[in-house]
């Protein structure tokens, strides 16, 4: 235990006061992933899509000198990475990425995309498109547990950033 010697006089305490916002908070609308458009070559996959996501994976270029380890930004490689429902049917997921990469595989034909958020709405800034082109690559073609829904994964690779459409 610590004695405390009491002087009588407490020191003053002063509140600390944050300087002024510069910016006002954001005001949110996070995206909830329940109405997303998925559209491969020219099929809209949206009611069987589980996942998708569009994303960078930075590359960094790593020297190693006598005097250290450091990275440097590197290259950026985007994903279209999927999951879907399968389904036989014309024109739906089997068909739609198989035909892709049949085609793919014969001429380099590359399969373009678009996603946005919600399909039930306009395209516009908070509704936007991001489409490009993937290369397509082989996929699960039946699988799925017991009891389950059999699921196609893709993480096909793009040639650019995806563009990032609002009108």
């Known amino acids: 235990m610590t004695d405390v010697m009491d002087t009588g006089d407490a020191p003053e305490v002063t509140p600390t006061v944050s300087p002024t916002d510069v910016a006002p908070p954001a ?15 020219t099929a809209n996959l949206s009611c069987l899509g589980i996942e998708v996501s569009i994303e ?4 960094p270029i790593e020297q190693t000198t006598f005097c250290g380890v450091k990275e440097y930004p590197g ?13 036989y049917s014309t024109g739906s997921t089997y068909d739609t ?3 892709a990469v049949t085609a793919y ?3 380099g034909t590359l399969m373009p995309f678009r996603v946005r958020p ?3 709405r306009a395209v516009g800034v908070t509704n936007p498109f991001f489409t490009g082109n993937a290369i397509p690559q082989p996929f699960t073609v039946l699988g799925g547990a ?20 609002t009108t």
């Not at 290259?75 to 399968?86: D, F, N, R, T």
């Not at 196609?152 to 990032?164: E, L, T």
């Open 27 to 41: 005001s949110i609308a996070p995206v909830m992933m329940t109405d997303c458009y998925v559209e491969l070559g």
């Open 56 to 59: 960078p994976e930075n590359k």
């Open 75 to 87: 290259p950026v490689k985007w994903h279209l990475k999927a999951k879907l429902a399968m389904d």
């Open 97 to 99: 990425l198989s035909a």
């Open 105 to 107: 595989q014969s001429a």
């Open 118 to 120: 919600y399909k039930g």
């Open 146 to 165: 017991a009891g389950s829904a059999s699921e196609a994964d893709i993480d096909w690779i793009m040639d650019a950033a995806p563009a990032h459409v």
